[in-house]
């Protein structure tokens, strides 16, 4: 989970964003109990953030009026952008990024115009991202580290969780991360191997960054090489899929997956798709949210991970 610092000041940015918020909203905005927010109000309060109370059904939280920090200024369309990949964020599976995406989100309102305000509301209520979930992290801050470390081309180290050969230390240069069928990887080169690797964030724990920095490779693209390994692993599934449609119309898609645009062939009866996956039971899935026929070539096991959906679906009705 993240600090509490990072939750106080995503509790004093809501404050700010609203005229009064209850207790509860703000307990659930972020992902702590009331006992919880009344010890963060009091933190603001020791740091002299002038914060009123009001009990009561009506009640709950409010800053001295006239009281604001200095607000950071987007234009209309940086709001919209920004507002949208937090909406993305959201379903990514960071639970310990929950405060800083409610404290970002909160500093955005506070800035907007009352236009705005309620455009970019209106996104959050009405527009849903749909993206598969996210494993569990042994590591909360496994991405940041990573990530940062990519940045500043430093060498990082790690406890990898293998599930064939337990739990080994690793030492790599990472050169880049790449959130891809509901997992994160991070890419780059492993010293223990001597070669380039890829490794899931949900297999990770204790990442450390180290005082070696490294060279990156120029041109270097960590999700095409996360797909070239994908699809020569012995593990992997080969797929082949007749899609009942066309070029166009798979384009405009908003479930198109980008990375498969190279593998669809022409076939009379519409476009022959043959790609690899590391999940059937997810690949199952994504077919579902098709709005096209399609037909299962290949392989047995795709169509079995079909049928348990469809009748996970069906019990639920």
């Not at 890419?187 to 005082?211: E, K, T």
């Not at 390994?229 to 908003?254: F, I, N, Y």
């Not at 476009?271 to 047995?300: C, G, K």
């Amino acid at each position: 989970m993240s600090g509490p610092t990072t939750r106080v000041l995503a509790a004093l940015e809501l404050l700010q964003s609203h005229r009064q918020i209850s207790g509860a909203e703000l307990a659930e905005r972020l992902e702590v109990d009331r006992r919880t927010v009344r010890r963060y109000i009091a933190v603001l309060e020791e740091l002299g953030i002038p914060v009123t109370t009001e009990q009561g059904r009506y009640g709950g939280y409010s800053l001295v009026a006239g009281f604001k920090l200095p607000p950071m200024m987007f234009t209309d369309e940086e709001t919209l952008a920004i507002a949208l990949g937090l909406l993305a964020a959201r379903q990514l599976g960071l639970a310990a990024y929950a405060p800083a995406i409610a404290g970002v989100e909160a500093k955005l309102e506070r800035v907007m115009p009352d236009n705005l305000k309620r455009r970019v509301r209106a996104v959050r209520d009405t527009t849903r991202v749909i993206l598969p979930r996210g494993e569990p992290s042994l590591d909360d801050h496994a991405l940041l580290t990573l990530t940062s470390a990519a940045e500043d081309s430093q060498r990082v180290a790690f406890r990898y969780h293998s599930p064939d050969r337990g739990m080994i230390d690793r030492i790599i240069d990472p050169y880049g991360v790449v959130f891809r069928q509901g997992r994160w990887y991070v890419i780059g080169f492993c010293h223990l191997r001597q070669a380039m690797r890829s490794f899931r964030l949900d297999r990770i724990d204790q990442v450390q960054a180290c005082p070696e920095t490294f060279r990156r490779p120029a041109d270097f693209d960590p999700a095409t090489f996360l797909q070239d390994s994908l699809s020569s692993w012995g593990q992997d599934h080969e797929v082949s899929v007749l899609l009942h449609t066309d070029r166009r119309t798979l384009s405009a898609l908003g479930t198109f997956i980008p990375e498969c645009s190279g593998q669809f062939e022409a076939h009379e009866d519409g476009l022959l798709m043959n790609t690899y996956t590391d999940s059937l039971e997810w690949f199952a899935w994504w077919l579902s949210q098709l709005p096209v026929r399609f037909t299962i070539l290949a392989p047995e096991g795709l169509k079995e991970a079909l049928r348990r959906h469809a009748q996970t679906l069906l019990a639920a009705c």
